[in-house]
């Protein structure tokens, strides 16, 4: 796991104890960042993917924003990712402690280009395609 921006213990502790998941076609797949992920491994492998990212638009810098809000972000997310194959997913809490957040695996999505999104929706860290395709939190700090 690389993070180039040095992220809060607590914030990178949320990160590591959310299981990410999206559903392609008839299969759900879980991303975790703390063990491997061979459904994912298989998944990019049959599908040719070499970059992909894991977005929300929920909750802006851990902020637990309205149903409304969220649903307003996340509907801006999606209009900004048309030109990509994107899958529905959502982030879980594995301890209950953060409500469940829409999200979406993005395939063919650069670093840079999922970086600057996270950035622009308030995200603290975004996952992205790492070495042999395992999930890599890369954080997205604040433009000053």
Sequence with gaps: MNTPHTLHEDILAAYQTTDFSFTAGDKTIAICLDGPNQDLAAYLERELITEWAYLTAFNP??????????????????????????????????????????GVFVAGITRDEAEFLGRDFGQYAILVSGANGEAELLSCPPML
């Excluded at 309205?66 to 809490?93: M, S, W």
Aim: aromatic share 12%; hydrophobic share 30%.
């Design 61 to 102: 810098y851990f902020n637990e924003q309205t149903e409304a809000f969220n649903n307003e972000q996340h509907k801006e997310l999606l209009e900004r990712l048309t030109a990509y194959q994107v899958c529905p997913g959502e982030g879980r809490d594995r301890a209950g402690l953060w409500p469940v957040e829409q």
